[in-house]
């Protein structure tokens, strides 16, 4: 996929989250698949915990699924979640730099 392609259908994907949550799960679903790919895992750095003994000790945090992450998204579209692009910038090769804004409730 081009970078070109995937902007289109990541700012499709966020235009989703408008808060109205008109979408069928399978149009949500289909947005979804546009922009992540069938292998994603997402590895959050190790949690940094402080020991019974003061020392500040890494704390292994195990990764996350496309589908827990697909699970979370739908959570989030569901309960009317807003998402604002705050921008989308190409930053190398193969490589970008995305900004967005979550809302949740009233702003």
């Known amino acids: 996929m081009s970078s070109y392609q995937f902007e289109l259908a990541f700012r499709q994907y966020i235009a989703a989250f408008d808060g109205t949550n ?3 799960p399978a149009e949500f679903k289909s947005l979804f698949d546009n ?3 069938k292998d994603l895992n ?3 750095k190790d949690e940094k915990v402080i020991g019974g003994d003061g ?3 890494l704390k292994a ?3 996350v699924t496309r589908e827990e992450i697909y699970q979370l998204h739908s959570k989030h579209y569901a309960s ?3 998402v604002t692009l705050i921008h989308f910038r190409k ?3 193969d490589c970008v730099d995305i900004k967005v804004r979550l809302v949740n ?3």
Do not use: N
């Open 42 to 44: 997402y590895l959050p």
């Open 105 to 107: 409730g009233k702003e």
């Open 61 to 63: 945090v195990t990764p």
């Open 22 to 24: 008109d979408l069928s």
């Open 55 to 57: 020392m500040m000790h």
């Open 80 to 82: 009317g979640q807003k």
């Open 35 to 37: 922009v992540h790919h």
């Open 91 to 93: 930053i190398g090769l």
